[in-house]
């Protein structure tokens, strides 16, 4: 049971209904996904690319048919790029793969970085390697 629900749909509401994601220090046109889970019924899901905006601020629009009733909801993006600013090259440069920099687990390069937000909830970090392992961040 669902104590405190992300979000109330009205019953009149008409879906699809247009989901803004927000995003910062994520590189523009990176494959932005929301994920509805539902308190009763299969996830629902919809895809858009944050191509509005700047590396610093960014958004992503996207068409989803919410279910009615309680549910969660949640975006994830996941790239090969280092956006942020503690990994930014020197100005007028382009920004570094993940693998250019250098960082390692168990002698493995990462690949890709996923970071995963619930609505008005904290963000989540993960690092995946080249062979697919994927490291949380704490």
């Known amino acids: 049971m669902l104590v405190n629900p992300d979000i109330i749909i009205p019953a009149q509401q008409a879906n699809p209904i247009p989901i803004v994601v927000s995003c910062t220090n994520v590189p523009l046109n990176t494959e932005i996904r929301v994920v509805v889970h539902p308190a009763n019924g299969p996830d629902v899901q919809a895809v858009g690319l944050n191509n509005a905006g700047t590396l610093a601020a960014s958004t ?3 068409a989803l048919n919410l279910p009615r009733g309680g549910g969660i909801i949640y975006a994830k993006a996941v790239t090969g790029l280092a956006g942020g600013a503690a990994l930014s090259t020197p100005a007028g440069a382009k920004t570094r793969s993940l693998a250019e920099t250098g960082w390692t687990a ?4 990462f690949a890709q970085i996923e970071i995963t937000a619930a609505l008005g909830g904290p963000q989540r970090v993960a690092y995946f390697t080249e062979s697919g392992k994927r490291h949380e961040a704490k």
């Open 60 to 62: 992503a629009t996207l």
């Open 106 to 109: 168990d002698g493995e390069r």
